[in-house]
């Protein structure tokens, strides 16, 4: 009699598993339909650029088997990327340009392109309209910063408004139709200023427009009276001259102010003649710095003998004031 040894049965068992398997005779095979349709629709077809664009899936049919296996988008700008699971997609074109949008669909049923509806196209525009910087220079002082400015004409109609980043931190968010802005930096250094574009879209890329250079002033403007060769003679004072200026911010105005002393009686100019009183209340009368920086000026009636005292100060354009004692000369002729 012939004996079968424990556990012959299960090993031809297993064994046979293992060849109906390795034939695909485990599982159904997929049974083949119609190719998945998918409709696709753009939220955009005409953005800036550096705006973004989203791509929604509306619809996908034959997919019921889960027959799909992928969905990719071709943006037309050469960036391609599959959706995974979800049903949107968004992407930031960077260049102007035309381009068309196409969805490719992977099915074991065969392979289809989507359907976008309502155009597949999306044109990118650039960052346009013309900007201007109207100050590239300017100053920091004892009285803050000088202002610059920034002309703005010729922005798209498209545009709801615009955004100057003023390179300090600071973003002013104007109309498109706006024609100048203003903005005082803080505190000295050199800020690049850059414009966007906004919209129902968002944000455009950042567009370069120049840059402003703050420049620390701290320097006082200069001032000086001029002595004529005959000093003490009332006649060489007739008409008080000197020069004045400043290296810096710039002057911003120079003032004079006459006053005399006869013994012990003061008197001070007041635009019409000598009034007895004071030297402190002397009326300061502006002047004028010419092309070769110097200044003059002629009182109505000319001092007489005794100690004239001219009185004069500077300040420039951020504040920094130059105000000597005044100068006293004696006239005795």
Known sequence: MRTTRPGRPA?????????????????????????????????????????????????????????????????????????????????????????????????????????????????VAAVGGTYKLLVGTVWSGPEGTQA?????????????????????????????????????????????????????NGDSAARAVGSVAVKSDLTRPYMTVTTPAKKSKASSWRTVRGTVGDKASGLHLAAVGLAQVHGRTEYYYNGKKWVKGPAENAKAFIVR??????????????????????????????GNVYAPVGKRVSLTG
């Open 148 to 200: 610059t400015a920034l002309a703005l004409s010729g922005v798209p109609a498209a545009a709801d408004t615009v955004k100057i980043g003023w390179g300090d931190g600071s973003v002013s968010e104007v109309p498109r139709t706006t024609t100048r802005v203003v903005h005082t930096y803080p505190k000295a250094g050199t800020q690049q200023v850059t414009v966007t574009l906004a919209d129902e």
């Open 11 to 123: 090993t031809l068992l297993a064994a046979g598993l293992g060849t109906l398997l390795s034939a695909g005779l485990a599982a159904p095979a997929h049974a083949a339909g119609a190719p998945a349709e998918g409709v696709y629709q753009l939220g955009a077809s005409s953005v800036f650029a550096g705006q973004a664009v989203t791509l929604t899936q509306l619809s996908l049919t034959g997919d019921e088997d889960d027959s799909v296996q992928n969905r990719q988008v071709d943006w037309g700008d050469g960036t391609q990327e599959p959706m995974g699971d979800a049903v949107s997609l968004a992407h930031r074109y960077a260049t102007p340009g035309s381009y068309p949008v196409k969805v490719a669909i992977t099915d074991l049923d065969g392979d289809s392109a989507g359907t976008v509806t309502d155009g597949d196209t999306v044109t």
């Open 289 to 318: 710095a010419g092309s070769n920086g110097t200044w003059s000026f002629k009182p109505v009636v000319a001092p007489a003998k005794g100690s004239l005292i001219v009185w004069y100060a500077a300040i420039d354009k951020v």
